[in-house]
Every structure is written in structure tokens, then in C-alpha cells.
């Protein structure tokens, strides 16, 4: 038991600050029969993408019996659906706990809920981001310069795109092309937008982005489905590198050089834009 809990502990905390977690599970410490399992567990700051990330690990991970995410109250529910009720309060009492005892009559579906919950944490645990982009400027370009070429690289869940290494090149002036990035999703954040296409500077290399109904950014380039994410986990795949780039290549530019002003500008303007 105490293993899961580390485990639950130290994965959902990857996601976001806990304030409360609850394991339940494993083999009752004086009787020796095997109780039914479930993770309860509250984030200080709950998401949309937080929700996202553990739906996709519940969904990914092969299972033994039907799993279920309550987060119908503050406290977040991941239970075997046999113990979890219809409607709005699913984890309810006192139903919900005559449904565990009803359920840890069947000791063999204990066994099976408690290895599928370990099960989804590890999934959890090693679930790569949605979205993940990287930029980076060509060697051997000589002096430094705004107009050096450079190649942005977008992985997700479906598959990993990239400007470099195509006939013909579809290198872009890089330091360009990333405030171009930032200021071309904007609307997306503003609410201006559902869709929106980047296409870099010199270059035909292109990312589409799609926001639907249910807040899921999907990504996509030249029709092929990259990954999906949510509104947060965009603005991070695309904000961090943009602050490494700024911080290790763009500096080296000209103190007055206008693609820094240009670029720190575009920052500015795409932090606003997801406040």
C-alpha cells in the first residue's frame, strides 16, 4: 500500500500541487483480505488539462475491469466504475459505500482493480506531454545574424513533424519565424480564433491548430495529425523553448538588432494573451 500511495503521491504531484490524497486498496492490515481500490485525491489549483492528462493515462492504460474519473466535487474520484453511481454525486454515501462492500465480496476483482491502478499511475507517470516544440538555429552559418536559418520541430501523441531535412529545404529565418509563431496563435487564446495556421518566414514549412468546443487544441501538418493539447499546455510547449531560444541564440544578436525588440515584444504580447 504504501508504495502506491508514494507512487500516486509523487505522480499526480507532477501535474500540480496536492493538497489531499486518499489510496484505498490492497490487503486489509489485520484481516488479510483484498479491499476494493480507488484514488481520491485534490490538486490546489484543478485544470482542464490536469483532467486531460489523467483521462489520457486512464485511457491508454490496458485495464481489467471499466475504470471512471469522478471530479464532480473538490475531491477527485479515479474508482472501478462498479462502485461509482449514475448521475451528477457518483462517489455519493451511503451508496457508494454499500457498493464497496458489495464489491469486496468479489476478491478476485479486487486483485484485478488494484494491478490495473498501479497500472495507469506508471502510465501516468511516464505520459509525455501532449505537445512538445522545439527551435533551433543551423550551424556554420557564420556571424550571427536575424536572418540565419533555423528549423522548428512539433511532437505529440500521433507523431513528430519538423522543417529540417526536406528536399526542397524548408529551413526558416528563425528568429523570425517564432514571434511569427507566438503572435499567429494569439487568437487562439483570445478567443478571436478557433483556427489558426503558422507558416515560418522563407519557408513552407506549416502547423495548424484547431481549439474545439470542448477546449482540445489539435495540431496537425499537412493534414497529418501531430497531437492534441489543451489551451495550457500549448502556451507552455510553445512559451518554454521561446524563453530558451531568446536566452541562448537570440542573444547572442546585436544588442540593438530589431528581431530582439521584435521578438520580446511577441513574448510580451502572447503572455498577455493567456492570462
Avoid at 4 to 32: C, I, K, M, N
Avoid at 64 to 78: A, G, K, M, P
Avoid at 108 to 134: H, I, N, S
Avoid at 209 to 227: I, L, N, P, W
Wanted: include cysteine; charge should be neutral; glycine fraction near 10%.
Amino acid at each position: 500500500m504504501s508504495k502506491l500511495f508514494d507512487l500516486a503521491g509523487e505522480t499526480l504531484s507532477g501535474l500540480g500541487s496536492l493538497r489531499w490524497l486518499r489510496v484505498s486498496g490492497g490487503r486489509h492490515p489485520q484481516y488479510g483480505y483484498h479491499q476494493v481500490p480507488f484514488l481520491g485525491w485534490r490538486f490546489e489549483e484543478p485544470s482542464a488539462e490536469k483532467l486531460r492528462r489523467i483521462e489520457r493515462a486512464v485511457a491508454t492504460t490496458p485495464t481489467q475491469v471499466d475504470w471512471r474519473i469522478d471530479t464532480s466535487r473538490r475531491n477527485w474520484l479515479l474508482a472501478p466504475a462498479r462502485i461509482l453511481g449514475d448521475g451528477e454525486n457518483a462517489a455519493a454515501s451511503p451508496a457508494f459505500d454499500d457498493r464497496v462492500k458489495s464489491a469486496m465480496q468479489d476478491q478476485d476483482f479486487c486483485v484485478r482493480a488494484w494491478a490495473d491502478l498501479g497500472a495507469m499511475l506508471r502510465t501516468l507517470r511516464e505520459l509525455r506531454p501532449g505537445l512538445k516544440m522545439t527551435f533551433t538555429v543551423r550551424p556554420g552559418q557564420g556571424e550571427p545574424s536575424a536572418f540565419d536559418l533555423g528549423d522548428i520541430t512539433c511532437e505529440g501523441e500521433s507523431g513528430a513533424v519538423g522543417s529540417a531535412g526536406h528536399v526542397p529545404d524548408q529551413g526558416m529565418m528563425i528568429h523570425l519565424s517564432v514571434p511569427l509563431l507566438l503572435d499567429s496563435l494569439r487568437p487562439l487564446f483570445t478567443g478571436e480564433r478557433k483556427a489558426v495556421s503558422f507558416v515560418g518566414a522563407g519557408t513552407s514549412f506549416r502547423l495548424d491548430f484547431r481549439h474545439d468546443r470542448k477546449g482540445t487544441v489539435s495540431v496537425s501538418a499537412q493534414g497529418a495529425a501531430v497531437g492534441t493539447c489543451g489551451l495550457e499546455e500549448l502556451a507552455d510547449a510553445v512559451l518554454r523553448p521561446a524563453q530558451e531560444f531568446a536566452e541562448k541564440v537570440l542573444s547572442v544578436l546585436p544588442e540593438g538588432d530589431g528581431a530582439r525588440r521584435d521578438f520580446a515584444a511577441s513574448m510580451e504580447r502572447f503572455r498577455a494573451s493567456t492570462t
